[in-house]
């Protein structure tokens, strides 16, 4: 198989990645937290906020009362924790503009189509810097701790940390791309880009179960 046989197929699981990971990649839009079995329970959650509240839609005595130890209490806590929830708003950017260079080096491959430098040199720029950003305000959500709750929260962390990383390294692959004009370094930016789409995905469906449960996809 030639190199071009190779990028056009690539292109074409590009293609598909992107438009089979759009629906879970926005699963956990707004964050609302999944009910739970007793309505009036309250629970304090990673970010200190109330996880659930009473059908009337009031926090429970109890509730207030662990929200409030749970919050921080100093300038820089507060600060740190208002800004982590900024988080689930901000993670939708790099996530969008991923999938839109995706379907449209895609296209350009699948198509035999010019190739629409300018707009992707920004989109993935932007896809890389807004990564960066979403992850920084994701640590913050989570208090600059690691491993401190469940698996599921664990996970996402992990894998939202890995994405900023593949998502800084396909900017560095774009750039030499243009500049060397190389098969090589269009293979290497085309592999990072779509291990990207595919850590988008899995970790969209993570932050989905996260305030929705495993089951958010069910048909």
Known sequence: MTTRSSLRALGAGLLGAALIWAAPSGAHEGHAPKPGPSPAAAAVGPHGGMEMATPEGQMSADGRRAAADAAPKTFGGR???????????????????????????????????????????????????????????????????YGRYDRLHTAHQTLGTSIALLALGVWWAHERWLGARQ????????????????AIGINGFIGGALVRGLDHLNF
């Not at 924790?81 to 699948?110: C, D, K, Q």
């Not at 098969?183 to 595919?198: C, E, N, P, S």
């Open 79 to 145: 600060l740190v924790n208002w800004l982590g929830r900024w988080h689930p708003s901000v993670v939708h950017f790099p996530i969008a503009l991923f999938i839109v260079v995706a379907v449209i080096e895609a296209r350009a491959l699948l198509l035999r189509r010019e190739r629409v430098e300018e707009a992707t040199r920004l989109m993935v720029a932007l896809g890389a810097l807004s990564a960066l950003a979403a992850t920084v305000l994701g640590w913050m959500a989570m208090g600059w701790t």
């Open 183 to 198: 098969r090589g370094a269009g293979v290497v930016y085309a592999v990072l880009l779509a291990a990207t789409i595919a």
